[in-house]
């Protein structure tokens, strides 16, 4: 199962780190790559409106992804908390109640939005001519939706039982499965879009096939056990309540990239139509390399603050914080750099370089990029504040970066900027926020250094 022994109180900060930094990364990677080859495969075999169309849907999924996150890292951080308090018990309740109850409120989500197609897609800001198409892509992954919800938040208790290579193989497996039926399904067998979303469910369904295999084994500390829905009414309650609370703030930024891809959306088709709406689907599909990499960094530094916070170690507190927001700045720089130097290129990735979306993503791209250090920092920082059980703090960032600094630059910036000011709109969000996260930093008890 590759999984070996992870002293999160005494390891070196810096060896714990990379010990589950690398393979949360990799795996994260790969899940990136899931994201994206659906879109290189849609763009060049289905054109740039089925491009659009997925783009449309994507709110759908990110909304279920944003429920795994929550439970996945609101159930980790009490679960890290409870081992290093020696109540292992205790985090096998956590867990158990993070995926049981977020895969059966994602069921009943999606019989919901199966129910109600048209004013689903419509919500979404779905134009009547990339409705068939949309329609199409939806039915083909919504179902599964939950599935893939499982994938990412078993894997937060996956890694904290000590097995973060066992995670990133899931991940990498259900990538593969992916790439390879994205191909069959819409070249040779030419099932069109649906073939798309399909090869999409299954890859992230064998996924989670895996880790839930993991987790049922009893002879793991981390494993599932019976939740009781009559007899502890108050305690389940208790728990929702407790794991939701710690791990809204997660939701809340997948939510930011649905409310991101919807105003965006509705915002590029105001000024520059279908064309517009599909080179910044384009963008969609690349920005997940820059968030996946930064929440990578936070997942990792999320166990190593929890368990350190349960048993009052706030010198290993802020090591790992220091390292994390290094590396995400790190990384954050090098993908820029990738993205401002060859924006072209990666636009020729999904359309056809003579086609109007192809002209207005590699324009668009290097100004796009300005977001990637910004949003870095203020991940981590969301990341941290959660760790410590501090979720109003990091929900405030997140709503700041999410919703209230990027509504206004997408209404703002376009009245002055034109096509440049609706690609700088995510970069001035996150950049303001970034200055108030400083801000904020400075005046938190939290945060000031001790032993």
């Known amino acids: ?63 279920g992804t944003g429920i795994g996150l929550m439970f996945g890292m609101g159930g980790s951080i009490i679960s890290s908390i409870s081992l290093s308090q020696g109540m292992p018990n205790k985090a096998r309740y956590y867990m158990s109640v993070s995926l049981i109850i977020s895969t059966a409120f994602l069921v009943l989500c999606s019989a919901a939005i199966l129910m109600f197609p048209h004013t689903s897609l419509t919500l979404l800001g779905c134009s009547e001519n990339l409705m068939p198409q949309a329609r199409l892509y939806m039915f083909g992954f919504v179902p599964f939706s939950a599935s893939n919800a499982f994938l990412v938040s078993s894997s937060f208790f996956v890694r904290l039982d000590g097995a973060p290579k066992y995670a990133m193989i899931c991940s990498i497996i259900a990538a593969i499965i992916n790439f390879v039926l994205d191909y069959l399904f819409i070249f040779p067998f030419q099932f069109g879009i649906m073939g798309a979303a399909i090869a999409t469910s299954i890859g992230s369904l064998i996924g989670a096939i895996m880790t839930l295999a993991y987790l049922s084994r009893h002879s793991h500390q981390l494993h599932f056990q019976s939740i009781s829905f009559k007899k502890s009414g108050i305690r389940l309650a208790h728990a929702i309540k407790r794991i939701c609370t710690l791990g809204f ?30 080179a910044f689907s384009i963008a969609c599909y690349f920005f997940p390399i820059i968030f996946m990499v930064d929440s990578a960094i936070a997942q990792s530094a999320q166990p190593i603050i929890s368990y350190n916070y349960g048993i009052h170690n706030r010198k290993r507190i802020f090591s790992a914080t220091r390292i994390a927001i290094t590396s995400a700045v790190a990384c954050s720089l090098v993908i820029f750099g990738v993205t401002y130097l060859y924006s072209n290129e990666i636009a020729s990735l999904f359309v056809d370089t003579s086609s109007a979306a192809h002209s207005i993503a590699s ?89």
């Open 249 to 278: 703030p997660s939701f809340l930024g997948e939510l930011a990239l649905s409310f991101m891809m919807l105003v965006g959306n509705i915002v590029f088709m105001s000024y520059l139509g279908e064309n517009g709406v599909a």
């Open 363 to 451: 324009a668009g791209f290097p100004i796009y990029a300005l977001c990637f250090v910004p949003c870095a920092i203020n991940i981590v920082a969301v990341m941290y504040f959660q760790s410590i059980e501090q979720s109003g703090i990091a929900m405030i960032i997140t709503i700041m970066r999410g919703f209230l600094f990027l509504g206004l630059a997408y209404w703002i910036l376009p009245i002055y900027y034109g096509s440049d000011g609706i690609w700088l709109a995510v970069p001035a969000g996150e950049a303001i926020t970034c200055i108030a996260v400083f801000f904020i930093a400075l005046c938190s008890p939290s945060t000031q250094q001790g032993k």
């Open 1 to 63: 199962m590759s999984k070996s022994s992870i002293d999160y109180g005494n390891e070196p900060i810096g060896k714990l780190f990379s010990r589950l930094f690398f393979p949360t990364v990799a795996g994260m990677m790969f899940s990136v790559l899931l994201i994206i080859t659906d879109g290189i495969f849609v763009g060049n075999g289905l054109g740039s409106d089925a491009l659009a169309a997925v783009n449309i849907v994507a709110p759908i999924w990110t909304f």
